[in-house]
T-cell receptor, first 115, second 113 residues
């Protein structure tokens, strides 16, 4: 069974600091990986996704993530955070290459950016 | 575009009551699913469906029923509500192509007293 582990549950940063949120997954085969963001009081929105090709994926709002297959990791990064990045971030994995597979989420990381 | 629509937004139930959470999508997505979100536990899959007439269980299906009579609708039924079902429920859909992400509704906040 697939699973996702997010290491940082609550992160507090000052504006302009750099961000890296850890995500590790377990699945033996080909995976599709996602990062979603949930702003306070809102639903989850897709930040970026990886399916194949270049392991460095760029998403919206200056976020990027790097897929490292040997480490089963898909860490999220942003060089300089803004107050508006305050939100909860979820890593997710879909095992296999077909469209029928379920998506499993990590427990989330709450990011608080202090002005 | 409406996307994924969930109703109601808020609901309070007494233990033992039943209710149905509604979910509808207008994107012609084959795949639909229900998650519950609890503090410190992320999103856990309750049930999912890959097309009309096809449903399957997720990680936490006990106490919930689903049906999929049309492509657009995927209601979630609580048969006899329990305090442990107090949560925020999200419906999400996607098409069945390989690289399709989930599209989420705005959620239903359910409290069972």
């Amino acid at each position: 069974a697939q699973s996702v582990s997010q290491h940082n549950h609550h992160v507090i940063l000052s504006e302009a600091a750099s961000l890296e949120l850890g995500c590790n997954y377990s699945y033996g085969g080909t995976v599709n990986l996602f990062w979603y963001v949930q702003y306070p009081g809102q639903h989850l929105q897709l930040l970026l996704k990886y399916f194949s090709g270049d392991p460095l994926v760029k998403g919206i709002k200056g976020f990027e993530a790097e897929f490292i297959k040997s480490k089963f990791s898909f860490n999220l990064r942003k060089p300089s955070v803004q107050w508006s990045d305050t939100a909860e971030y979820f890593c997710a994995v879909k095992g296999g290459t077909g469209g029928y597979q379920k998506v499993t989420f990590g427990i989330g990381t709450k990011l608080q950016v202090i002005p | 575009n409406a996307g994924v629509t969930q109703t109601p937004k808020f609901q309070v139930l007494k233990t033992g009551q039943s209710m149905t959470l509604q979910c509808a999508q207008d994107m012609n997505h084959e795949y639909m699913s229900w998650y519950r979100q609890d503090p410190g536990m992320g999103l856990r899959l309750i049930h999912y469906s890959v097309g009309a007439g096809i449903t399957d269980q997720g990680e936490v299906p006990n106490g919930y029923n689903v049906s999929r009579s049309t492509t657009e609708d995927f209601p979630l039924r609580l048969l006899s509500a329990a305090p442990s079902q107090t949560s925020v429920y999200f419906c999400a859909s996607r098409d069945l192509t390989q690289n399709s992400p989930l599209h989420f509704g705005n959620g239903t906040r359910l409290t069972v007293t």
